[in-house]
């Protein structure tokens, strides 16, 4: 198969060609040229105004549902999501029925997704049931496939928990992924709290609850001496740490 993308901008730091309009022409899959005008033989050309190239795009932090919740999203139907949106690999996330907590769930994971078109990465739970409450066989997890660590939508409250995680992970160089929400302040906000949610008449949530988590779980990271990554964040940029 041959195919030709005409007038293409190329968005890619990593090659030469960044920001340059160009052609690039493949062949059974591979680049084999870059330029202008090309004039090759090709099956197919693709020739559309306005159109950009780049590489595969990454979802850090997708829901599948896959297994439990398969009557809201599958790891098929996901996959054929993702491609279809230019992604070529997504990490997700571990909030499923049951959760994936040990080896035996990535593997169903990484198992199932062996013949799909994207490249799927389990992320292990940090805690059992993301209940916060004991860690999850993370080290298991990690020789089976996961690739980071989570409680998904449930963000670790307890700073001793979460601290112990850090400095677990640090073993295999492992990292933790937050999604910072402190519960203890108005759980059943819906949206940012401000003039919007007033307007709207919809339970808001203070900006506080994110940004005390953050800095928080900064200030852990740095004492475990390990990585964190937040997820979601939602509000400006106002941390002191």
Not at 22 to 45: C, M, P, Q, W
Not at 95 to 100: D, G
Not at 140 to 149: E, I, Y
Not at 152 to 163: E, F, I, N, R, T
Request: net charge negative.
């Amino acid at each position: 198969m041959k195919l030709l993308i005409k007038n293409a901008r190329v968005t890619d730091p990593a090659s030469p060609h960044n920001g340059q309009t160009a052609d690039i022409f493949i062949e059974n899959g591979t680049i084999s040229r870059i330029g202008n005008n090309l004039s090759v033989a090709a099956d197919k050309t693709i020739d559309i105004p306005g159109l950009y190239v780049s590489p595969g795009w990454v979802d850090v932090f997708a829901n599948f549902a896959d297994p439990g919740y398969e009557y809201k999203e599958t790891l098929e139907t996901g996959a054929a999501a993702a491609v279809a949106g230019g992604f070529t690999d997504v990490m997700v996330i571990p909030n499923t029925k049951p959760v994936l907590q040990n080896k035996a769930a990535v593997e169903y994971v990484t198992h199932k997704s062996q013949q799909l078109p994207v490249s799927i990465h389990p992320i292990g739970a940090i805690t059992r049931n993301t209940e916060g409450k004991e860690l999850a066989e993370m080290y298991d997890m990690k020789t089976s496939g996961a690739v980071a660590f989570s409680d998904g939508l449930d963000c670790v409250q307890s700073a001793g928990l979460l601290v112990k995680a850090l400095q677990y992970v640090k073993a295999f160089d492992g990292i933790i992924i937050q999604l910072p929400d402190d519960k203890s302040i108005n759980p059943h906000g819906l949206i940012n709290e401000g003039i919007v949610s007033t307007q709207l008449g919809l339970p808001g949530k203070p900006a506080l609850a994110e940004e005390l988590v953050v800095e928080r779980d900064i200030k852990l990271a740095r004492y475990a001496e390990s990585k964190m990554h937040f997820t979601g964040i939602s509000t400006g940029n106002r941390w002191s740490t």
